[in-house]
């Protein structure tokens, strides 16, 4: 089972967001039969199995093996991934052209999210080694500094990008983002 799936086709949106599909797929994060899930979800097995081979359909769930019960083969099922992640694309842009790459706009903010939540769902992840850091934290500051604050920011950055700039060694994308939280009602 792959820890994340990125979904960029419709059909699979589709398919993955409907409730009782959801709540399917996630008793299928452990392999069950349609008539154990349906137990479970107090559901008929023909409706749970309707679900199921949407999400087979789907790409989404998978049949991982068959066992007979009084000579008829049932199958087992299990979902392919523990999430799923809907690429941004999938609705597009809505309102027209992308605006200028303002690095202090919340259009930028969200251009820059797509383009990593795309590079994360591109990486090879049956590789034995992923070198990679997630850092997150929060950060005060006044009104009344937040320039210099800006200003320390990008001048720290263009350091590390000057000092490890160069064309030799492993390649490295590094994405910053700053941001309000969302109880900053003073």
Not at 159 to 181: M, S
Request: one cysteine or more; aromatic letters at 6%.
């Amino acid at each position: 089972m792959r820890d994340v799936l990125y979904l960029e086709q419709i059909e699979q949106a589709e398919a993955l967001l409907k409730p009782q599909r959801v709540e399917v797929l996630r008793q299928l994060a452990e392999p069950g039969t349609c008539t154990e899930i349906a137990a479970r979800l107090e559901q008929t097995p023909q409706r749970v199995y309707y679900h199921v081979k949407q999400l087979v359909a789907a790409g989404l769930v998978e049949q991982v093996s068959t066992r007979k019960v009084r000579g008829i083969s049932e199958g087992i099922y299990q979902a392919v991934a523990r999430s799923y992640w809907l690429s941004p694309r999938l609705v597009g842009r809505i309102g027209g052209l992308r605006r200028a790459r303002d690095e202090l706009s919340l259009g930028y903010l969200l251009d820059l999210m797509e383009e990593v939540q795309a590079d994360v769902a591109a990486l090879d992840r049956t590789a034995p080694e992923l070198p990679s850091i997630g850092v997150s934290g929060e950060i005060r500051v006044p009104a009344e500094r937040r320039q210099e604050f800006l200003h320390d920011l990008q001048s720290t950055l263009r350091d590390l990008f000057t000092r490890y700039g160069g064309a030799e060694g492993d390649a490295f994308k590094l994405a910053v983002a700053c941001y309000p939280k969302g109880d900053n009602h003073e």
